[in-house]
């Protein structure tokens, strides 16, 4: 992921994106370089979690995360356990097998979190690149 390069806007405006494991489970996508994470700045699992620490780059340069997403454990048809998520930004760990306490982040598709859902990119309407993207199965 590349931010934008525009440092005139703040905040929520500041290359906003995000990854949604699930189609319900967001890793926010921002440019919150030099700033102290909140649970919804960059890396964070949105709304969740705030990052251990601030692993962003300077804007325009290239962002590189690694997301190792369990899904909730369920019996019959109920969750049982919640989703599990351990996400390293520019190498950096920067959330160690976090419980999301959440069915659904906000934006998040929602439905039934005992099937699957997709993998999808936010769209904020930042000028926001992706590329490289693999999705592995758990080992």
């Keep these: 992921m590349v931010p934008q390069e525009d440092a005139s806007h703040a905040g929520q405006d500041r290359g906003n994106s995000g990854v949604y494991v699930q189609g319900r489970y967001e890793v926010q996508v921002l440019d919150s370089y030099g700033l102290e994470s909140k649970n919804n700045d960059c890396g964070a699992i949105y709304e969740v979690a705030a990052p251990l620490v601030n692993a962003c780059k300077a804007p325009t340069v290239w962002q590189s995360y690694d997301i190792e997403f369990h899904s909730p454990r369920c019996e019959d048809g109920k969750k049982v ?11 950096v760990k920067i959330h160690d097998n976090v419980k999301i306490t959440v069915d ?3 934006a998040g598709m929602g439905g039934d979190v005992c099937k699957p859902g997709p993998i999808m990119l936010q769209n904020h309407g930042n000028p926001v690149q992706y590329r490289n993207i693999w999705l592995l199965p758990a080992k």
């Design 104 to 106: 659904n982040t906000r």
């Design 81 to 91: 356990e919640p989703a599990r998520m351990t996400v390293y930004q520019n190498g």
